[in-house]
């Protein structure tokens, strides 16, 4: 018998404001969080959600996973007494770089206080696997927890891990996400320097003009359980984890392999996973970076899958809105994948106004419009594919559905 | 090297040092234990940092693992800074 992998709640922190409601709202209403060319979560305090002794003892990142994970936990009804043993529980979050910024800090008190000045935080402050271990603390969550590390495909890495844990029976459910807070000085120099940022600081996915991506920080989180004991306690189901898949380029260290076939892999086998087709699918949301390479790539895998059906189903990025979250990306855009299907409405990918000849599907320019049914759908369910790809040649791709109701 | 320093001073720096690291500053008294205060090894280390910058009195990791109360704290600064 399979276990099946339901969604019951999830939380947010992104540019957009804190809350997933936040997220999708603001994204379907055509609000761009991007300034003086970064996507801050300037809306989140920390210490709305953590004591002054919390706060100091994580980094920003971990404080944006504790905060989602909050939202989440709340939202699936595990507050305040978790409906599952702890031991059966998983924390597993995605992050591409870790505490970054603390790391930053600790540098420079060690070249100008010397080594007996250091910290003894920072280690637990910069490690990767900071974010679960400070959630599954807070939360009493003792099955397996780590940290996915894969850069800008983590947080849907850290999903699809966690959904293989329940499917197989190693956990009965799971809290789940990315988190990244690398707005710092160090990875800003790094990311211009390889030429991956947006000298214009503006993200427009798919756009002739874009010109690399605009970084941004936050954290999504999400709740996942097994189907049948999400219906016994009768708790809210969001969505479906319906199909996950990951490949790998084994191409560059940064660069997509340009024909998109690694990541044509990661989709449809995802789809597969979901024993669904081309046809299936209402929506995609694409990783959609704004750099000039993803987009042509992306592109193309989205065409070798979907084939005819790519140039029905709307595309669009949510980084056009938020920025690009790195490890946190994957996560934030499930959510925002979620919404999108649960409310009917395909947000529409900000900025793109002059389409490049090479790519030609639907990327829903200008505003949200509404998610029709198939012409030729069962109708039981809407159906997206949400992809996120990592320097390092990482593919993952979720298949989510949400039931039509 | 450190001169003599007073009760007094070593009170303030210590009590100014945990209100730093996140803690209720009227509940840190001689008697306090860190067990009850919840002042874990890191604080301690903390501690022992802000009392080297601030009074120039070295504890080391081992040092500090051994106190029970803030009282002990102040205690051993005090003796360390007058030898």
Partial sequence: MTRRVVVTGTGAVTPLGVGAV????????GECAISDGAARASE???????SAKEARRSDRFTQ?????ADEALAAAGWTPELPYEGGRVACIVGTGIGGLGSLEAQEAVLRERGPRAVSPLAVPLMMGNAAP?????RHGLRGQTYGVVSACAAGAHAIGAAARMIESGEADAAVTGGAEAAICEVATAAFAAMGATSPSGISRPFDARRDGFVIGEGAGMLVLEEAEAAAARGAPVLAEVLGYAATSDAHHLTAPEPSGREAARAIALALADAGLGPGDVDYVNAHGTSTPLNDRSETEAIKQVLGDRAYEVPVSSTKSAIGHLLGAAGAAEAIA???AL???VVPPTLGYEEPDPELDLDYVPGRARTLEPRANGAGDRFVAL?????????????CLGVPAR | MPTQVTQD???KVITDGLAELGYERGAIVPDATFEDLDVDSLDLVELAQIVEEELGVELGSADVAELRTVGDAIALVVARAGS
């Fill in chain 1, 22 to 29: 936040k997220l999708a709202e603001r994204w379907a209403a």
């Fill in chain 1, 44 to 50: 989140f305090d920390p210490l709305e959600f953590l």
């Fill in chain 1, 64 to 68: 944006f996973a504790i905060a989602a």
């Fill in chain 1, 133 to 137: 271990a400070a959630v599954a603390m």
């Fill in chain 1, 337 to 339: 994948t979620i919404e």
């Fill in chain 1, 342 to 344: 649960r409310r009917r």
């Fill in chain 1, 386 to 398: 949400s992809n996120s790809f990592g320097f390092g040649g990482h593919n993952a791709v979720l």
């Fill in chain 2, 9 to 11: 001073e070593v009170r």
